[in-house]
């Protein structure tokens, strides 16, 4: 087997497994249960997502992909970010419960 073979198989492989691991990483988010695990979720698809246009850009050998990536990455690092803040500034579910016996 040729090594251009070889690296088509590989590909072909990551490709699909990479396409499972998104169709699961929607799953994850849609059944949720809670907020924090639908935030984890969204991280976890950018970064396959991540992955998935860096197999595609070994398969083709156009590196105009990896900057695709970088900005991605610098997008889903924020969303991130801006989701944890919005979970830390929401309050406890039965806060308000808690208030009251007080």
Known sequence: MSGAAFMDLATSIA?????????????RI?????LPDRVLALDLLTVVALAFVGAIAIRTGLMLYLDIAIALSLLGFLATIAF??????????????????K
């Open 15 to 27: 490709l699909v497994m990479l396409g499972v691991a998104l169709l699961l990483s929607v799953i």
């Open 30 to 34: 849609v059944i949720g249960p809670t």
């Open 84 to 101: 944890a803040r919005y979970i830390m500034t929401r309050p406890a579910p039965g806060a308000a419960d808690r208030e009251k016996t």
